[in-house]
Each structure stands twice: as structure tokens, then as C-alpha cells.
């Protein structure tokens, strides 16, 4: 009879334990939860952003970053930083922008369940004056001479006059004497007239866009 009760308290154990045992969740993994920190020190061409990474239920960070497009939504396909791995709060310098374009960024994440991205935050980069050459001169009949300009940037703002402008002393700005000869980037020419016999002047081409006005030399 003690043989048959030790049966009897041991099955009687098993069945109390057993809802205890059916009751344990295993644990889902899950990709992580990330967040883009604040957009900062945006210049014409770099800027600071970063994230946080969190969650991820007994995953592992591989790696984690920002990613960044003038499309919407970025991906890590996209150009991109990497900023080490683990969870917690990072930095990602931005370089490589152009100058006065909108672009989009995302931070993000990856753990073995796959890449996880934050919500998209949108910045622009400062826009600068002009980049340009000056034309070689070409004298032509007496007081005249033709002359021009190649821009080659402009500087992230359309480019809302341009031409060539001449004085007698060094460095001459659109304050002197000044053609004026259309508009937006690529080549143009200029035709220079009512200069004097005998002297000396100095020609640079220019263009002018909402941010200011740049040279060539």
C-alpha cells in the first residue's frame, strides 16, 4: 500500500507541475526598435544625426547606422553610415551632400530577424553662391573685347543673373561696370564695350543666386 501511495503522490505531483511547466512563454524574437536623433550642424555638404536602438527581445545589434536619399525612405542600400553594434543611443557624422538639396534620413538597425528603421526626418543643406571660370579675352575692333563665363555649380539655388563685370582696378565686382547675360548655369558670353584706349582693366565673370554673388578668376 506505501508502494501504491508514493506512485500515487508522485503522478499527483506531476499533474500539479505540469500547467506550471505548459505555462512557460518562450520568448519571440523580434526585430528592434529605433529612433533618429535630432539633425544638427548642417552645412553645405555634412551634418550630424544619430539614433537610438532598443527592444529586439534577446537579439543581438550588428550594426546600426543612418541612411539617407533625396527619395523618400531611404534604405541601406542608400548611402550611409555605421556606427558600431548594441543597443543604446549613437552617432552618425552625414558627408558627402550637396549643397542646397532637400534629403531624407532614416537611423537604423539589424539584428538576425532582419533591418529595422526609424521614422523619416527630412533636412536641407546650406545653399552657396556660384561656382564659375572666366572665358579666355578676345580683343576685338577698337574699346571692345569679348569675354564670358562657365558655371559649373550653382551652389544648390538657381543662378538668377550672370555676365562679366571690369574695372581698372584688381578684382572687379558687379558694383563696377557689368554686363548682364541671362540666366542658370553652363556657358555664356559677353561682349565688353566702351573701354578706353591705353588702359589697363580687369575682367572676372560673375553669377549672382539667392544666396549671393560668386566670381571666377
Known sequence: MKTKSAIYSILLAGLLLSPMISCKKEVIKTLPTVTIAEIKNITDATASSGGSVSNGNGT????????WSIAENPTTKDPKTTNGTGFGAFVSPVTGLVS????NIRAYAVNEMGTA???QATFTTLALAP???TTELVVGETGTMTSGGTITQDGGS???ARGVC???TANPTITNTKTTDGDGVGVFTSTVTGLLPGAVYYIRA????SI???YGA
Do not use: F, H, Q
Open 60 to 67: 543581438t545589434i550588428t550594426e546600426r547606422g543612418v541612411c
Open 100 to 103: 542646397g538639396t532637400i534629403y
Open 117 to 119: 528603421y526609424s521614422a
Open 131 to 133: 561656382v564659375l571660370t
Open 158 to 160: 538657381p543662378v538668377t
Open 166 to 168: 571690369w574695372s581698372t
Open 206 to 209: 560673375y553669377a549672382t543666386n
Open 212 to 214: 549671393g554673388t560668386g
